[in-house]
């Protein structure tokens, strides 16, 4: 069991830059979950996917973020012209499929200078 | 979304039972209730979910209440390993809260 990857683990961009993360869920696992955390808070729900189609977005998910699953596999998630409130840990997850135990990576965390 | 309240922290002793209180007065008729904790510097991982009956597995049980207002994850022997935030969340997509975290004294 490879587990969930997620890369890069770090990311310091200036403010202003676009920055892309990817997620490797595990395979065969239908559903991909994308996640935000700052300090001290519970993770917030972004987005998921069920195979290739987008599901949901959370009202969080402002037009400068989106997030892609071309293929059902890996997934994409791209910040444009991030700002310093981005700056936060982003999670990726996978379920086999609705409802069973979410999987999750060890995140990439952003920071914007 | 159906709103919890977890305590903001617990403290228990090693080798002692810890029972992890949380309300969801809000939940609705289908929602399963899942538990999952987070150590520091990674993500989530799941402890255990369930809908109406008790649920027990390797790593903790889960007390649900008759009127599925609220539940209680149970660690029936808390280790140093065990301190973590523990996130109670009814339904999915998964929408988590503060949790509560726990800290274990040797």
């Known amino acids: 069991d490879t587990g969930v990857s997620q890369n890069p683990r770090h990311k310091i961009t200036k403010r202003g830059q676009n920055v892309t993360f990817r997620c490797d869920p595990i395979?065969?696992?239908?559903?991909l979950y994308w996640y935000r955390q700052t300090l001290g808070q519970g993770p917030e729900f972004l987005t998921y996917?069920?195979?290739?189609?987008?599901?949901?977005k959370s009202r969080l998910l402002s037009d400068r973020f989106s997030a892609e699953r071309p293929k059902g596999s890996f997934s994409t998630l791209e910040i444009q012209r991030t700002e310093q409130g981005d700056s936060a840990m982003y999670l990726c997850a996978s379920s086999l499929v609705e409802g069973s135990p979410l999987h999750f990576g060890n995140g990439t965390r952003l920071t914007v200078t | 979304d159906a709103k919890t309240t977890q305590p903001n922290s617990m403290e228990s002793n090693e080798e002692e039972p810890v029972h992890l209180p949380c309300n969801h007065s809000?939940?609705?008729?289908?929602?399963?209730i899942h538990w999952y904790r987070q150590l520091p510097s990674q993500g989530p991982e799941y402890v255990i979910h369930g809908l109406t009956s008790n649920v027990n597995n390797r790593m903790a049980s889960l007390a649900i209440a008759e009127d599925r207002k609220s539940s209680t994850l149970i660690l029936h022997r808390a280790t140093l390993r065990d301190a973590a935030v523990y996130y109670c969340?009814?339904?999915?997509?998964?929408?988590f809260g503060k949790g509560t975290r726990l800290s274990v004294i040797a």
């Open positions: 395979s065969e696992h239908n559903r």
């Open positions: 996917f069920q195979n290739e189609a987008q599901l949901e």
């Open positions: 969340i009814p339904g999915t997509p998964l929408v």
């Open positions: 809000t939940i609705s008729g289908t929602d399963y």
